[in-house]
Nanobody, 126 residues
Framework: VQLVESGGGLVQAGGSLRLSCVASGRTFSKYAMGWFRQGPGKEREFVAAISWSGGNTYYADSVKERFTISRDNAKNTVYLQMNSLKPEDTAVYYC????????????????????WGQGTQVTVSS
């Protein structure tokens, strides 16, 4: 399985970006997906997750009401729409696939994900 993120870049505070993550393979629709980020000098942290069906979403408190995760199973793609960006959102953003098929538990935990993308840089200027 390969995960390829795109859509990062440089944006001013208050701006928006949409990240995409395309997965290889034919089983994408059977797995929950997550977005994580690692800011400069910080540990990687949970940002958002979406259930395998897309019916449930989960967010870190720091991004609630600003970020929206979604998925298009026909396109093997998960998205992260980021609005009202802040300088503290500056980080490398990673998408990841949940470890077990049809599992929507423990989505906030990094060790529950077995495949990771290479990351895409998001820089928010003040």
């Amino acid at each position: 399985v390969q995960l390829v993120e795109s859509g990062g870049g440089l944006v001013q505070a208050g701006g928006s970006l949409r990240l995409s993550c395309v997965a290889s393979g034919r089983t994408f629709s059977k797995y929950a997906m997550g977005w994580f980020r690692q800011g400069p000098g910080k540990e990687r942290e949970f940002v958002a997750a979406i259930s395998w069906s897309g019916g449930n979403t989960y967010y870190a408190d720091s991004v609630k009401e600003r970020f929206t995760i979604s998925r298009d199973n026909a396109k093997n793609t998960v998205y992260l729409q980021m609005n009202s960006l802040k300088p503290e959102d500056t980080a490398v953003y990673y998408c990841a696939r949940k470890r077990n098929i049809y599992s929507n538990t423990e989505l906030l935990l990094q060790y529950e994900y077995d495949y990771w993308g290479q990351g895409t840089q998001v820089t928010v200027s003040s």
